[in-house]
């Protein structure tokens, strides 16, 4: 059974790298999010996965692909639905009033209204011309994201980042945060007829971008600072199953995506990277991960850059005696102090006036040791 563990934390990295390589800090146009309702024993969604990638292959990094086999085309066996408990994750998103779908395959491009649609819903002929729309329009808000395997653990590691380049109109967003994986060989009605070159020796379609899993909810989980300059950064593990619905997980073929939605709808913007495997230290310090005895559930720095005061926001479901340190990328401490957690929400004051310009690391320390380390730029 899926296990979820969620240690929010700004950066933890080593060799100077941090959480600030994830997401940009100047203004990028938005990357498309491309969910495409899909199912097995649907004759004409292999065309919809042919378009789907050739839309993909076209704009290289900008489009993130989710495939969900939901609906009456997903029935049966082999199980490619994606479930939270009970529930059939994909059937609430394709069910939801404003996305009216009428028939598979269909798309939703960043769950978006476009042009004379009666709503988000989109046949498989508009997602490229819809989602090149949508690489034109400007995002307040760049998101990042990084994946690594530990084979040792059978633990996924997902760190995700969003910095908002300028204010988002709803003062809550939602991240979502899943998995999806590539190579799932298995049946496919129309295959032969819209993409044979999918079709193996053994007769198998292979399944691309198929979701797998999903890490917050049903329609995400709160961003609750959307103003520029915040930064919202988290990061989730997710213990590996052999086998998803007797499908099995294969950890190379896995790719993770986030994205930031108005709420349960509109799409800003997204990301996705294939995971790597392994604990390259590089990439991400799992050992330092492992390591944490912390209850803290989410941190938020603002404003960051910051040309002087800074206030570091911290949810924590038990108090702790902190200690607060500002260190440059050398390594040096230039601050030092302490600071009473409790349980709940809250927001400690850092003073970096007599800093120099350049970029700096806040940390928060219990007795277990650094439970939170978050990248700040001083202007």
Not at 38 to 48: A, E, M
Not at 296 to 319: E, F, K, M, Q
């Amino acid at each position: 059974m899926k296990k979820l563990l969620f240690i929010a934390i700004g950066a933890i990295f080593s060799s100077g790298l941090s959480a600030q390589d994830l997401a940009s800090r100047t203004s990028e146009k938005k990357n498309v999010v491309l969910e495409e309702f899909t199912g097995k024993t649907c004759g004409y969604c292999p065309d919809g996965h042919k378009n789907a990638d050739e839309f993909s292959a076209d704009k290289p990094g900008d489009v993130v692909l989710i495939n969900i086999h939901c609906g009456g085309y997903a029935r049966g066996i082999p199980n490619y639905n994606t479930m939270l408990g009970a529930v059939n994750y994909g059937d609430v998103v394709y069910k939801h009033p404003d996305v009216k779908l009428t028939g598979f395959p269909s798309g939703t491009v960043n769950r978006t209204k476009f042009g004379t649609n009666s709503g988000t819903a989109a046949n498989r002929g508009q997602w490229a011309g819809f989602g090149a729309d949508v690489l034109t329009e400007d995002s307040p808000v760049n998101v990042g994201i990084k994946g690594v395997y530990d084979p040792a653990k059978f633990k996924l590691y997902v760190l995700v980042e969003a910095y908002y380049t300028a204010d988002e109109l709803n003062p809550t967003n939602m991240i979502n945060v899943g998995i999806t994986q590539n190579g799932v060989y298995g049946p496919q009605s129309g295959a032969s007829s819209f993409y044979p070159e999918k079709i193996n020796a053994a007769g198998e379609y292979r399944h691309d971008h198929m979701l797998r899993a999903v890490l917050t909810g049903q329609w995400g989980e709160s961003i609750s600072e959307t103003t520029k300059g915040s930064l919202f950064t988290k990061m989730y593990t997710y213990d590996v199953p052999e086998k998803l619905n007797d499908i099995p997980v294969v950890p190379a073929d896995l790719v993770v995506y986030a994205f930031v939605a108005k709420d349960q709808q509109t799409i800003l913007s997204g990301n996705s990277i294939a995971v790597v495997e392994g604990t390259d230290p590089s990439i991400v310090d799992v050992s330092s991960v492992l390591d944490l005895n912390s209850s803290v559930s989410a941190v938020n720095i603002y404003p960051n850059p910051t040309t002087g005061n800074t206030t570091l926001r911290v949810n924590s479901d038990n108090s702790f005696e902190a200690t607060i340190k500002v260190v440059s990328v050398t390594g040096a401490v230039v601050s030092n102090s302490s600071a009473s957690v409790a349980a709940g929400s809250n927001e400690i004051a850092i003073d970096m006036n007599s800093l120099e310009e350049g970029m700096y690391f806040v940390e928060v320390s219990s007795q277990v040791g650094i439970v939170v380390r978050q990248s700040i730029v001083k202007k």
